[in-house]
């Protein structure tokens, strides 16, 4: 039994047809038919909503690193923070969301970091991550309390340490204890990343950056504890 989060593909075609998605709930599934160069091209809409039950971390997240991970009270937490290592010097701890490599991507979901507040950790952080597509192969952008060379920004790990691809943003998140909401946006074509956090109209960081063009999503952090509710992520199939 494919036990996956609740997908749901949708089209522009008003004839859809129902069937039974990725987590066993009915799902809308179809295809939306772009013009291209004269031709059709289909693109498969997806939209992943991880349910956050208890007992669904195994079948609605693949873990990448050394944190430790829990799922309780409808959220996502990482209960212990990881230990950066390895080859290449990237986060210590991920989480993806079980679904198909994605192309066009946007990613929501509300962030609470539950490390010490900043006069012990000033550092603290929690991540967003898109493009994966291996351990030493993904996107990913640091919320933290800090602003610094290595804090708060976007990052490409590309089989290589990893390495800033935005401007330094003027924005820290993470100096509470609150729940944030945040939006991560992605166009494969452009190569644009674009993070939005709570109210604010204009993003707090952007980034062009066309290395990794799919690949899946999650959340994470470098080196502390965090927690993540009401995922909701929408995209392209490749």
């Not at 990482?78 to 010097?89: E, H, I, W």
């Not at 799919?214 to 993540?228: K, P």
Request: neutral net charge.
């Amino acid at each position: 039994v494919n036990t996956s989060p609740c997908t749901e593909r949708s089209s522009d075609n008003a004839a859809m047809r129902t069937s039974m998605g990725w987590a066993g709930r009915r799902t809308s599934i179809g295809l939306a038919v772009l013009a291209l160069g004269g031709g059709l091209l289909a693109a498969e809409q997806i939209r992943l909503r991880p349910s956050l039950a208890p007992e669904s971390l195994a079948r609605e997240w693949t873990l990448d690193g050394s944190g430790t991970w829990a799922v309780r009270d409808g959220l996502l937490a990482l209960v212990t923070a990881g230990k950066p290592g390895g080859p290449v010097r990237r986060p210590s701890a991920l989480a993806l969301v079980n679904g198909p490599d994605l192309t066009d991507t946007t990613l929501e979901v509300e962030v609470r970091s539950t490390a010490a507040m900043p006069d012990v950790t000033p550092r603290r952080d929690a991540l967003l991550i898109v493009g994966y597509q291996s351990p030493t192969k993904f996107y990913y952008v640091h919320l933290s309390a800090a602003r610094d060379e290595v804090h708060n920004g976007i990052f490409l790990v590309d089989e290589a340490d990893r390495r800033r691809i935005d401007s330094r943003s003027e924005v820290t998140p993470l100096v509470d204890r609150e729940w944030h909401r945040t939006r991560l946006v992605r166009s494969a074509a452009s190569g644009r990343l674009e993070v939005y956090v709570d109210d604010r109209p204009e993003p707090i960081m952007v980034a062009t950056d066309r290395a990794l063009t799919w690949g899946r999503v999650g959340v994470g952090s470098f080196d502390d504890t965090a927690e993540f509710r009401r995922v909701v992520v929408r995209g392209v199939a490749r």
